[in-house]
């Protein structure tokens, strides 16, 4: 079985391939990651996951008026 890459459109073969589920806006999203592209997307999804616990860190702080 092949499957095509969501990042680069390349078409790899079903053992070369990463699949990863989120939950998106829309609901429900399954990506297909060739190997390739799979240390970019983790580098991403690794900093936007620092970034969103650095944010709800901070509204936890009290404020100070």
Not at 5 to 15: F, H, I, M
């Amino acid at each position: 079985m092949k499957y095509v890459c969501n990042l680069c459109s390349k078409v790899v073969q079903a053992d070369d391939i990463t699949i990863h589920n989120t939950t998106g806006v829309n609901g429900l999203e399954v990506f297909a990651i060739c190997p390739t592209c799979l240390e970019k997307y983790l580098e991403k999804t690794k900093a936007a996951t620092e970034q969103n616990e650095d944010d709800s860190e901070r509204r936890k702080m009290p404020m100070k008026w």
